[in-house]
């Protein structure tokens, strides 16, 4: 341990279960002496295991609907009464497509989903960060990080609209980093990451094989949770202090890959089989 985030005070909302990412972000952000609340849905509390995660890293749960702007100022608001003033940093790792779990392709979506999907994805970022930004509730040199997906770039089969919401993410981070680097010293930033087998990850059709995909081709293999976990404690620490209004891949490299030898050979074999 480096101590990085010693003194630091946060918020970290969608860890449910020892597969998520959220829940490796919260045990090393507290290895490294950061102090923060948890925030999930009241569903989400009941259906995960956030006790446990908040016995063992000594933080209070707070539980809230994201796409609300009065729960979200309660989070915020409460943690501040907690901690005695400003935080330091914030994890948005919250996501969710109904169209995706009822298998639908892109061209024949629901648009109600459609616009859940939009709501619960990216814009409860940008609720959390105007929330923060009224409550001026984050510290000169903040962080704030949210967690996205390459399929904001590239088409990746049956990702469906998940693709555009992370799309919409990352420009939210690049349109609020500005205002809040200005004003506030606060920065902002999205973390690309490799496919993760989460609780969540796992409902999406072919996601095994897409990870298997993105390992064989990634030069150093898929970024793991704990990977993404130390990428995020780095983020919240003073050593990125002008990183802002990134989206910043950590994929082993596969976001700079166009075909992989590993991947070739997989793919030749199957042009054999045929």
């Known amino acids: 341990m480096y101590n990085l985030l010693k003194g630091k005070k946060g918020i970290i909302f969608g860890a449910l279960d020892s597969k998520s990412i959220a829940w490796h972000v919260a045990e090393r952000c507290h290895e490294e002496g950061a102090e923060f609340t948890l925030s999930n849905t009241p569903v989400a509390l009941r259906l995960g295991t956030l006790n446990e995660l908040a016995d063992k890293c000594g933080a209070e ?3 809230a609907d994201a796409t609300s702007v009065e729960e979200l100022e309660n989070v915020f608001k409460r943690t501040m009464e907690k ?3 400003k935080i330091d940093f914030v994890l948005h790792a919250i996501g969710m497509s109904m169209n995706i779990r009822k298998g639908r392709t892109y061209d024949n979506i629901d648009y109600g989903f459609y616009q859940k999907s939009l709501d619960i994805s990216a814009w409860s970022f940008h609720k959390v960060l105007q929330v923060a930004y009224k409550l001026d ?3 000169e040199w903040g962080s704030i990080v949210a967690l996205s997906y390459i399929a904001g770039q590239r088409i ?4 469906c609209d998940m693709a555009d919401a992370k799309a919409l993410l990352e420009s939210i981070a690049r349109s609020f980093g500005y205002i809040y680097g200005r004003d506030r010293k606060v920065r902002i930033n999205t973390i690309s990451q490799s496919p993760v087998l989460t609780t969540a990850g ?3 059709e072919g996601i095994d094989k897409l990870f298997d995909y993105a390992d064989k081709t990634s030069p150093l293999g898929n970024a793991t949770a704990d990977d993404c976990a130390n990428y995020c404690v780095a983020m919240f620490s ?7 209004m990134q989206n910043l ?3 082993g490299g596969f976001s700079s890959m ?3 030898e590993q991947a070739m050979e997989v793919y030749s074999k199957g042009i054999d089989i045929q």
């Open 249 to 251: 891949y950590n994929d």
């Open 202 to 204: 796992s409902g999406v």
């Open 258 to 260: 166009g075909m992989s």
């Open 238 to 244: 003073d050593l990125t202090k002008r990183v802002t």
């Open 61 to 63: 749960i707070i539980p």
């Open 137 to 139: 509730a984050i510290k």
């Open 156 to 159: 990746f089969y049956k990702y």
């Open 83 to 85: 901690f005695g003033g």
